[in-house]
């Protein structure tokens, strides 16, 4: 454990998850910085900028959630809707391997930048949001879903925590296409992309009591409690409204320096730092195992120009087979 600013943290400027506490506050949270990974997943599909932003936005949420995981497992995060972006997944494995990818109608998101800047309702209409966690072997997942209700991906994550979890938290997401130099390439666009999550945990039940959830049509006797919010908190809160998105993507803002900024007078804490690396996971025996468990008529009606052909929609790796291949299955 270190205080920023003391010169004994050294860090990567980027890809990486830096978890924080301020004790006086009793606040923890963690602070993401992405470059080279969100640049990666974002750049190889070449999404158009609504559906990049929104994607980003989702990988960062995802890599906030799933670095807390105290266990090999994965974290996913996926948006299903009936708007142009019908599909979006991140899928986290943990300790720090993450993959990424959209699925949208071309022409919808066309139409809807000719017309201007997309909002987030624009982008995923009506739907749903679901976080998984996933321990894997025959442990049960656990799933939260919440709807697409709010004006952001933020919103919706707040939604998700103050039905789901039930402590009080705050969420800061930030995604941007900027110039950059890259070794060997001169100057170039790339995106960058970073968050903020911080969440009030006292030792004190007390402390942490929540407003009930809207009665809805109860009768007004019943109606939501008057419950004020801890002084700490509503501290902790205003010091992260301060955050401008510009320093969570700042190369030259790095997480410890952030923290600094916002908590320097509260004895701010830090921990050790998470990397984080996009790597997709897929490969020619996996693809191959799944193919064998349809039946010879399914695999038939896959066949293209003589070849069984599956692209991978994360990392858009091409796998090509030879229909003989497969003869011993049938």
């Known amino acids: 454990m270190s205080d920023p600013g ?66 090999e497992g994965r974290f996913i995060t996926q948006i299903q809707s009936d708007g142009p972006v019908s599909l979006l997944v991140v899928d986290f494995r943990s300790p720090d391997q993450v993959r990424a990818y959209a699925r949208f109608d071309d022409e919808a998101i ?31 997942r656990y799933q939260g879903v919440v709807p697409l209700s709010g004006d952001s991906l933020e919103e919706v994550a707040h939604a998700y925590f103050a ?46 009591r929540h407003r009930d959830l809207d009665p809805g049509d109860a009768p007004d006797a019943q109606g939501e409690d008057d419950v004020p919010e801890d002084d700490a908190w509503v501290e902790a809160l205003a010091r992260v409204g301060t955050v401008e998105d510009h320093e969570l993507i700042d190369p030259d803002v790095a997480p410890p320096r952030l923290l600094l900024r916002l908590f320097h007078q509260r004895d701010v804490h830090v921990f050790d730092a998470t990397p984080v690396a996009e790597t997709c996971g897929c ?48």
């Open 110 to 140: 066309a139409a809807l930048v000719a017309a201007g800047t997309p909002s987030f309702t624009d982008l995923v209409g009506e739907g749903h949001l679901a976080l998984t966690i996933d321990p894997g072997g025959h442990m049960r």
């Open 283 to 330: 490969s020619r025996e996996k693809v191959e195992g799944i193919l064998r468990q349809f039946d010879p008529e399914e695999r038939s009606e896959m066949v293209e120009d003589g070849d069984i052909i599956v692209t991978c929609e994360f990392c858009s790796t091409v796998y090509r087979f030879d229909p003989s291949d497969f003869e011993a299955d049938a």
């Open 6 to 71: 003391t010169g004994a943290v050294r860090l990567p400027a980027d890809d990486l998850v830096l978890p924080f506490s301020v004790n006086a506050l009793d606040v923890r949270g963690r602070v993401a910085h992405l470059g080279p990974v969100v640049d990666t997943v974002l750049s190889r599909h070449g999404y158009p900028e609504p559906v990049a932003r929104l994607l980003g936005e989702a990988l960062v949420l995802t890599v906030l959630l799933g670095s807390a995981l105290k266990f």
């Open 163 to 208: 039905q789901s979890e039930q402590i009080p938290t705050t969420v800061r997401l930030a995604v941007a296409e900027v110039l950059e130099r890259h070794d060997g390439e001169g100057m170039r666009h790339s995106w960058r992309a970073g968050g903020l999550m911080m969440q009030f945990l006292p030792e004190s039940e007390d402390r942490i």
